[in-house]
């Protein structure tokens, strides 16, 4: 039997808010800032950058951390402010909500891709979509493929990643959790 992908609902309205947006070289430009945390993702990667419109004038870049103590977003709203001012944008507001919170389900199938490269497993990686995750959970390992892993820790270099080892390669890996 054969399956049939599904794009997550907030992903897809993301994709299609973007693609319908009168300004797509401002989307453009912003996909140059990294995540200061996992610079191998944009910020469209990983699902923060949630919109961009102009009102009265002025550029409004929305974005929702990926969760509320992040203490990268700071470093984000500096990193938007200055490309956008040295792109030539004049008046440019950075807006952080929390409404819709952030989730995995956020991260462009791109940035699972990438983060896979870069050496952390991502959500996409876990089994059952990760409804039942337990110490012995069988999340892919991004060196070598195998599910034989197991949770070292809860948590990994940041909250939101827990630590795994794989017993086929032996080698630990961040897995980025799903939120």
């Known amino acids: 039997m054969e399956t049939i992908p599904v794009t997550p609902h907030a992903r897809f309205e993301r994709v299609k808010m973007r693609a319908e947006s009168p ?10 800032i990294a995540d200061p945390e996992i ?3 944009s910020i469209w990667d990983i699902g923060i950058l949630r919109d961009v419109s102009e009102q009265d004038g002025k550029l409004l870049v929305t974005i929702t951390p990926t969760y509320s103590g992040c203490p990268a977003v700071e470093t984000i709203k500096e990193d938007i402010l200055a490309l956008l001012s040295e792109a030539g944008y004049g008046s440019v507001e950075v807006k952080t909500v929390l409404f819709p919170p952030w989730s995995t389900d956020d991260m462009s199938e791109s940035g699972q891709r990438k983060l896979r490269e870069y050496g952390i497993a ?3 990686d876990a089994p059952d979509g990760c409804l039942r995750l337990t110490p ?14 197991t949770r070292i820790s809860e948590f990994g270099s940041t909250a939101c990643k827990a630590l795994f080892r794989c ?9 980025f959790k799903c939120l």
């Open 167 to 175: 017993e086929s390669c032996h080698e630990p890996f961040d897995f």
């Open 122 to 124: 991502p959500p996409s």
């Open 39 to 41: 610079p191998v993702l």
């Open 23 to 32: 300004l797509p070289d401002v989307w453009q430009l912003l996909d140059e």
């Open 136 to 149: 012995k959970q069988g999340v892919r390992c991004p060196h070598c493929g195998s599910s034989n892993t």
